[in-house]
């Protein structure tokens, strides 16, 4: 699909970061190019339209840039998760696996209410790890997660199996 290539090659392959074998996937040139930042946001956000988030959750950090475009785009609401300390108020936190190590995820408590509708993004998915703590997360505050969508997927590392039953959807997969 045309539209998808156009989006490709906005991303910058970057070898051996951030450590030896892996081979990174720069989302910057895409970021700083208005057609290709708008075209992302809106292939994203075009799942959603039919039954649309009360709430869009960005991981850390990527999924920031993308969380906050997606709920303006879906006319809803966006909450961060963060890494450790980096909110002010109480949290809710979890700890999870990822490609090189672990890590911790937390969220505001009062974040999510139950029975509220959260659509989860972030940039890209590879193992899953942050996306599967993410969704674990919303469930333990009460929230129905939609969905998982993210510009780039890693098949070979399987990350959306982790994920089942959420429903993933990629823009680009590798």
Not at 103 to 130: S, W
Not at 163 to 172: A, C
Request: net charge negative; glycine share 8%.
């Amino acid at each position: 699909m045309i539209m998808h290539e156009s989006l490709t090659a906005l991303i910058r392959d970057i070898p051996d970061f951030p450590k030896p074998g892996i081979r990174f996937k720069d989302i910057t040139p895409l970021l700083s190019d208005p057609s290709g930042l708008s075209l992302a946001v809106e292939l994203m956000a075009n799942p959603w339209r039919d039954d649309r988030p009360d709430l869009v959750v960005g991981a850390e950090s990527r999924g920031f840039i993308f969380g906050t475009a997606l709920a303006q785009s879906l006319s809803c609401g966006f909450v961060p998760v963060r890494k450790p300390g980096k909110l002010p108020y109480e949290t809710v936190s979890i700890e999870y696996e990822l490609e090189y190590g672990t890590d911790t995820l937390e969220m505001h408590k009062d974040a999510i209410k139950p029975g509220q509708k959260v659509l989860l993004v972030d940039d890209l998915i590879a193992t899953g790890g942050t996306a599967k703590a993410a969704c674990d997360l919303i469930k333990d505050l009460g929230g129905d997660v939609l969905g998982l969508v993210v510009l780039i997927e890693l098949e070979a590392l399987k990350g959306r199996d982790l994920l089942e039953p959420v429903e993933v959807h990629s823009l680009l997969r590798y």
